[in-house]
């Protein structure tokens, strides 16, 4: 079963435009991490916050994290059309292995 | 470095057959684990191996099963297939330990016809 949703399902943004995607999350994680992926290929890992972080910054990403109201957000800033793809939420809580539990996706348009 | 590899990338599959799906991790990852993607479930976690031990293991049934070799490559089989195994099968590995991020291939898409 899926730990969350991503809101929203789809977004259709114009490059140039910054998007901004949300995750919700039901347990206590460890981190939460995002990921994208292109046309139902494999997943890119994009950026990784962990529980006792808030916010994380990569080139375009920043991602916060708000561990009292289960969320997170990915934004994504002065987007591309290369930016077009599928994003994911993932959070990692089991300090036993390697265990992702997804939500269920945004898929993001940007239109050239 | 080369990435996750596997193999192969597309399956065709008939109902009651079985299969057998490969993974070859990041050299030097010793944590595989496997997801099956589907449009009606997203992602689910199927298991994981470290050190050819099965750490964990995700809601699916019998069928669907997994081992791992001394050089970190993983198998996955699935027996009995069934029409809603149709899926991408996605394979990341991690190094040792929490935190590090997962390295994914570009999976195997079988269909069961």
């Known amino acids: 079963s899926q730990q969350g949703e991503e809101d929203p399902q789809a977004l259709s943004i114009q490059e140039g435009e910054n998007a901004t995607m949300n995750c919700s999350y039901k347990?206590?994680?460890?981190?939460l991490q995002w990921y994208r992926q292109n046309s139902g290929r494999g997943l890119v890992h994009l950026i990784l916050?962990?529980?006792?972080?808030r916010e994380k910054h990569s080139g375009r990403l920043r991602v916060t994290l708000d561990t009292s109201k289960k969320s997170s957000s990915l934004l994504i800033t002065a987007s591309r059309a290369a930016d077009t793809a599928s994003y994911f939420c993932?959070?990692?809580?089991?300090?036993?292995?390697?265990?992702?539990?997804f939500g269920g996706g945004t898929r993001l348009m940007v239109k050239p | 470095k080369a990435g996750v590899t596997q193999t192969p990338r597309y399956l065709i599959k008939t109902r009651g057959q079985q299969v057998t799906l490969s993974c070859s991790p990041i050299?030097?990852?010793?944590?595989v684990s496997w997801y099956q993607q589907t449009p009606g479930q997203g992602l689910q976690f199927l298991f994981e191996?470290?050190?050819?031990?099965?750490?964990n293991k995700g809601n699916f049934p019998g069928r669907f099963s997994g081992r791992q070799f001394s050089n970190s490559r993983s198998e996955m089989n699935v027996s009995t297939l069934e029409l809603g195994d149709s899926a991408l099968y996605l394979c990341?590995?991690?190094?040792?330990?929490?935190?590090?991020?997962?390295?994914f291939g570009s999976g195997t898409r079988l269909t069961v016809v």
């Open positions: 990341a590995s991690s190094l040792a330990g929490q935190g590090n991020g997962y390295t």
């Open positions: 347990t206590s994680i460890n981190n």
């Open positions: 916050i962990r529980s006792n972080e």
């Open positions: 993932a959070t990692d809580r089991n300090n036993a292995g390697n265990m992702l539990t």
């Open positions: 050299s030097g990852h010793r944590s």
């Open positions: 191996y470290f050190s050819e031990t099965q750490r």
